[in-house]
């Protein structure tokens, strides 16, 4: 179990760092929404093209075993009524069998919709570029600003390595996750 060890930032410190993020992504949204377009589109294909596929390959695995547990179940019925399986064994095959199948048809969906969710990003981004490109000149953050751009900020524990001492903060923006994030950590 991971826990968390105690640390703080203040309140005026991680607002003027979210200002500022959303304020450099807004100018470059507004001014270079192109490059940014395509910075994002790339991430966007690193982050996905494995998981997608994975996604996919699974959501397919699935498909076909329930396929498979439909087949044997009609097969099993119809060697019961034949008289070439016990009606015992029938039971406890039939009963294995449906709980495979029960188990599988709770996962397929939620797969599923993972699997759309992945996609749905690619029309996220010009949405959000969209919508933060309207905060260029913002001068203060209030609850409906962050509220319709960001997820999610997480504060990570202080850096006492490093002169000055420092935090690592990242910002999940609404549609785009931590795209961007990834971006930074591939220039750094």
């Not at 589109?41 to 996919?56: C, F, H, I, P, R």
């Not at 179940?73 to 406890?92: F, N, R, T, W």
């Not at 420092?166 to 549609?175: A, G, M, P, S």
């Amino acid at each position: 179990m991971y826990a968390c060890s105690s640390h703080y930032i203040d309140e005026e410190a991680i607002g003027a760092f979210v200002l500022n993020d959303i304020k450099n992504y807004a100018q470059l949204a507004k001014n270079q929404r192109n490059e940014l377009a395509e910075k994002l589109y790339g991430a966007l294909k690193k982050t996905n093209s494995s998981e997608v596929g994975t996604l996919s390959t699974k959501v397919k695995g699935i498909e076909k075993r329930l396929s498979e547990i439909n087949d044997r179940i009609k097969s099993l019925y119809e060697d019961k009524c034949l008289g070439k399986i016990p009606e015992d064994v029938a039971l406890s095959l039939m009963q294995d069998f449906t709980v495979e199948k029960n188990d599988l048809e709770t996962k397929l969906p939620v797969l599923k919709e993972k699997l759309v969710n992945m996609n749905e990003t690619v029309g996220n981004i010009n949405e959000w570029l969209d919508m933060i490109s309207a905060y260029e000149n913002i001068t203060e953050l209030d609850r409906e600003i962050v509220c319709g751009l960001v997820d999610r900020v997480t504060v990570y524990e202080k850096d006492r390595s490093a002169t000055p001492v420092t935090h690592e903060v990242k910002i999940e923006y609404r549609f785009i996750k931590n795209l961007l994030h990834k971006e930074k950590e591939d220039a750094a």
